[in-house]
T-cell receptor
Framework: DVKVTQSSRYLVKRTGEKVFLECVQD?????MFWYRQDPGLGLRLIYFSYDVKMKEKGDIPEGYSVSREKKERFSLILESASTNQTSMYLCASSSNRGQGDTQYFGPGTRLTVL | DAKTTQPTSMDCAEGRAANLPCNHS???????VYWYRQIHSQGPQYIIHGLKNNETNEMASLIITEDRKSSTLILPHATLRDTAVYYCIAGYSTLTFGKGTMLLVSP
């Protein structure tokens, strides 16, 4: 079974802090994704990566950056957290098999910025 | 990704089949139809996907119309644990999640 793990289930940070959200997958997947989910807005794609050291902006990249130094790990960075970044953050991974890239999700990190 | 339309909510009695419809009339030739579900406060769970043909796995069946403009997810014997938001997505490598259908399975 594919396993995608996220470093924390719940996180509380203060405005202005630098925040790191870590995601690790154990299936040697090429692609990794970061989403945020807010009530009434659904899941929105922040950043994704098709390979090590590659990154692509999603629909809402402002205020975020990412890092992918190893294939299995994809980090989301909030350089200076703000209250409007309070949200559920979801990581996903998928492989390039040419038959539809099924994404597998982690359990999510609920981040509260005070 | 093509836009999808799903009912906001549906009810189903435990043990009965749940049939969840989805319209994706603007789907393009290389886009797959994916179904995911999300139980409260958990990450989305992959259920099934297909391109043209009907598909079945241990969780569900996916029926895609011949013109590919709509599909139906079938949970053959719904249980209380199937209560969740079900998302239908038409896409390829990046997926756009809409608001989904809230399925409530009742005793």
């Amino acid at each position: 079974d594919v396993k995608v793990t996220q470093s924390s289930r719940y996180l509380v940070k203060r405005t202005g802090e630098k925040v790191f959200l870590e995601c690790v997958q154990d299936m040697d997947h090429e692609n990794m994704f970061w989403y945020r989910q807010d009530p009434g807005l659904g899941l929105r794609l922040i950043y994704f990566s098709y390979d090590v050291k590659m990154k692509e902006k999603g629909d809402i990249p402002e205020g975020y950056s990412v890092s992918r130094e190893k294939k299995e790990r994809f980090s989301l960075i909030l350089e200076s957290a703000s209250t409007n970044q309070t949200s559920m953050y979801l990581c996903a991974s998928s492989s390039n098999r040419g038959q539809g890239d099924t994404q597998y999700f982690g359990p999510g990190t609920r981040l509260t910025v005070l | 990704d093509a836009k999808t339309t799903q009912p906001t909510s549906m009810d189903c009695a435990e043990g009965r089949a749940a049939n969840l419809p989805c319209n994706h009339s603007t789907i393009s030739g290389n886009e797959y139809v994916y179904w995911y579900r999300q139980i409260h406060s958990q990450g989305p769970q992959y259920i099934i996907h297909g391109l043209k043909n009907n598909e079945t796995n241990e969780m569900a069946s996916l029926i895609i119309t011949e013109d590919r403009k709509s599909s139906t997810l079938i949970l053959p014997h719904a249980t209380l644990r199937d209560t969740a938001v079900y998302y239908c997505i038409a896409g390829y490598s990046t997926l756009t999640f809409g608001k989904g259908t809230m399925l409530l399975v009742s005793p």
